[in-house]
């Protein structure tokens, strides 16, 4: 077999073994794990969520579509989740991307374009003055709306702006005002903990100001606020302040100060490393930023991409540094960024070292699949616990639904080149050309942003 014809094959086995595991209990539903031994699981409270049930389905239909007709069964999935998700947006009140009614409409719009309007109106009438306030048992005892891109207000406005639509500019305004509300002044610039001043701090993309920054920077650039943009600058500014730039790289603390628990002080993934803090950078320059700090935002990108090439990954190195090969916290996420950006860079040296890196993820997951006639999956390890090596899991951040879309992803690109089209998310569509984007929506907004045309000199310098 070619190269591609590897990928895509451990790909569709993948999916082939997550669709074994879907079940029906009023709509289709995906346990989050699957043990060998143990009670059978009932569905969580999370069962609709991108993150780890059925709306995280929905980005790799989206990608099987892009090369081959959907079978039958996965057609009949498809509308399952679309009615599922529908008919629970009037009763749904967490809002978030990736737990909530903003996850719901991402997988509708991917699905069924327009179909996420009666869940996008929902989050209208469910905005405060604030935002809106979590409802999830993940972060216990908070009062107040969460800033983040997981569970927070960032997610909600980077699915507004994705989605487009008559609610956009509702949902982008209330959360980009609230974003500004919420921000912690520092000496070096603006600072967001995942709840309101907060003291502890994890600056990176999914739970920090990379990510608050990035949402703003596309907001901003979306409504023609400024506001929004110079705070997006502003939060750069501290997230740059906070971090090394030793090496030729970027790399910023998972954790400020750092955590009570046993992890690594630097760590490479989206979650809390380069992988996903790149994006912020590629967010200002599609904001028409040139510059944060007296660095080109576009070094700064490519600096954090430099630190993941040189750190390791995805090698496991020793318990702890590597242990994890999902699109949250591990190898299939790392392995997107990369390929982003090799096809924001095409045609460039720069870029052919992108793609060999992102092949070496590849790679990686096939040596690691564990493989039978079921198909295949992947076995995290935890070696903080007794018996180290993890159930497998199925789902979009943290199993083999996001692993297989990445392998079929890169097969496809394989084939197909750097003009591949790119089935684009809330969180990362700025960061590939407009032209290989998936969706539509009022994203699509002309790449010399307001700011660049209306104000040149303060582009050039901020």
């Not at 908070?142 to 909600?156: F, N």
């Amino acid at each position: 077999m070619t190269t591609s014809e590897v990928y895509r094959e451990l790909g569709e086995a993948a999916w082939s073994w997550v669709l074994d595991q879907v079940r029906e209990d009023e709509g289709p539903w995906l346990p989050e794990e699957v043990a060998q031994d143990g009670p059978d699981p009932a569905p969580d409270e999370d069962r609709d969520s991108l993150y780890a049930g059925i709306a995280g389905l929905a980005p790799v239909l989206a990608e099987i579509a892009r090369y081959r007709p959907l079978s039958e069964p996965e057609q009949a999935l498809a509308t399952g989740i679309g009615h599922r998700l529908s008919a629970q947006a009037h009763i749904t009140t967490e809002p978030s991307l990736y737990i909530g009614l903003a996850g719901h409409a991402t997988a509708l719009r991917l699905l069924a374009p327009g179909s996420e309007t009666t869940v996008l109106r929902r989050l209208a009438e469910l905005a405060g003055p604030d935002g809106w306030r979590t409802t999830t048992a993940f972060v216990p005892g908070s009062d107040a709306p969460l800033t983040d891109i997981i569970m927070g207000v960032a997610g909600v406005v980077m699915t507004a702006v994705w989605a487009g639509g008559e609610y956009t500019e509702q949902i982008a305004t209330t959360g980009g005002e609230a974003l500004l509300r919420m921000a912690d002044r520092t000496e070096a610039g603006l600072d967001w903990g995942i709840a309101p001043h907060s003291e502890s701090r994890s600056p990176n993309y999914s739970h920090g100001a990379a990510g608050v920054a990035a949402a703003l920077a596309v907001a901003g650039t979306a409504l023609r606020r400024e506001d929004f943009v110079t705070a997006a600058v502003e939060g750069a500014r501290h997230v740059l302040s906070v971090g090394s730039l030793a090496e030729d790289g970027f790399i910023v603390p998972h954790t400020i100060p750092p955590s009570k628990r046993e992890v690594e002080p630097v760590t490479y993934t989206w979650c809390h490393g380069p992988a996903g803090t790149s994006h912020l950078f590629a967010a200002l320059a599609h904001a028409g930023v040139a510059e944060v700090a007296g660095h080109d935002v576009g070094e700064l990108r490519q600096r954090c991409l430099t630190s993941i090439l040189t750190s390791g990954v995805p090698q496991r190195l020793r318990p702890g540094f590597w242990d994890n090969d999902g699109r949250c916290c591990g190898t299939a996420g790392v392995g997107d960024v990369l390929l982003d950006a090799a096809q924001d860079g095409a045609g460039t040296p720069r870029a052919d070292t992108l793609v060999g890196a992102a092949l070496r993820m590849g790679d990686a997951l096939v040596e690691r699949a564990v493989r039978d006639g079921a198909g295949a999956r992947w076995r995290f390890v935890e070696y903080r616990i007794e018996s180290p090596l993890l159930p497998p899991g199925t789902s979009w951040m943290q199993g083999a639904a996001g692993i297989a879309a990445y392998l079929l992803r890169l097969a496809r690109y394989l084939d197909t080149g750097p003009d591949a089209v790119v089935v684009d998310r809330p969180d990362q569509w700025w960061a590939v050309p407009a032209g290989v984007r998936g969706q539509s929506g009022a994203r699509q907004v002309p790449e010399a942003s307001f700011l660049a045309v209306t104000d040149p000199a303060r582009a050039r310098n901020s």
